[in-house]
């Protein structure tokens, strides 16, 4: 018998545990529990290594929500091998995606939040379940998303749906406004994407701190933003990356790798 081996993601160390320990109950599940997403992590990777990597994450819809001391945790990026910090449950999904493709995420929900089951499906989740749904459908989710099948429950379906829907409108018009920028200014708003001022922008591009403010009145003028925080959001949807840091470039040089997103 072809065994399943499931990881179990929740801060709720009672309700990780018990869910544990039902799911170990069936013959074909291994199971184990990580009580964080940066605990998770190295649970997926020392399994990889060692030749037993897990099948299916089910992952806590609201981990990461309060710190340990009961404060309102901010969600962040996976952080790098060796580094600490809070992972939110969405993160991880898209961290193991990126990282593990072969593992199939599964997000347990206290409640149905068409926003939130969107956001995880377009971060790869294969299914978004209630924790307090039976264990027999609980198993049926794993096995179905093992198939390459993705659950949603029946009342959740239009709101995903439209959610998805108006995202991709979004990304739509993003994309339509960063077309219109001229291939220098698309390169100095992908340095902006990384984070770097103006400063920085003209010693990268070998321009005049004078023309890349120029520039960049230029951007966002043409995004129909007001602030370089906005221009950057706008450019992320519309999948603009920031600009390679490993080398400056040279002038007239412009950055383009197909408008992939990176994370």
């Known amino acids: ?28 599940v291994d199971v184990s529990a990580a009580g964080n997403g940066p605990a998770a992590l190295r649970a997926l990777e020392r399994a990889a290594a ?13 981990l990461g929500a309060l710190t340990p001391d009961g404060a309102p ?20 999904v898209a961290g193991v995606r990126s990282g593990c493709p072969a593992v199939r995420s599964v997000v347990l929900a206290e409640k149905d939040d068409p926003r939130c089951a969107a956001r995880a499906l377009q971060a790869g989740a294969s299914g978004w379940v209630a924790k307090d749904c039976s264990l027999q459908r ?21 709101g ?13 018009e ?11 200014e698309r390169e100095v708003l992908r340095c902006m994407v990384a984070g770097l001022g103006r400063k920085a922008v003209a ?18 003028g043409k995004l129909g933003v007001h602030s370089t925080l906005a221009a950057v959001a706008l450019a992320r949807r519309a999948g603009v990356g920031p600009a390679d840091p490993a080398t400056p470039r040279l002038a007239g040089d412009v950055v383009e790798r197909g408008g992939q997103l990176a994370q």
């Not at 060692?50 to 806590?60: K, S, W």
């Not at 945790?73 to 991880?92: F, T």
């Not at 609980?138 to 239009?158: N, Q, Y």
């Open 1 to 28: 018998m072809a065994r399943i081996r499931v990881l179990v993601v929740d801060d709720h160390r009672i309700f990780a545990e018990s869910l544990a320990a039902a799911l170990a109950a069936e013959p074909d």
């Open 50 to 62: 060692e030749g037993r990597a897990y099948d299916v994450m089910l992952v806590d819809a609201e």
């Open 73 to 92: 945790a901010v969600a962040v990026p996976v952080p790098r091998q060796g580094e600490p910090g809070l992972v939110d449950g969405i993160s991880l």
């Open 138 to 158: 609980l198993l049926a989710v794993i096995r179905g998303v093992l198939r390459d099948e993705t659950h949603l429950p029946p009342a959740l379906l239009t």
């Open 160 to 172: 995903v749906l439209r959610e998805l829907t108006a995202a991709r409108k979004h990304r739509t």
């Open 174 to 184: 993003s994309e339509r406004l960063v077309e219109s920028l001229t291939p220098r």
């Open 203 to 220: 010693e990268r591009l070998f321009l005049s701190p004078h023309t890349v403010r120029t520039h960049m009145q230029n951007v966002l």
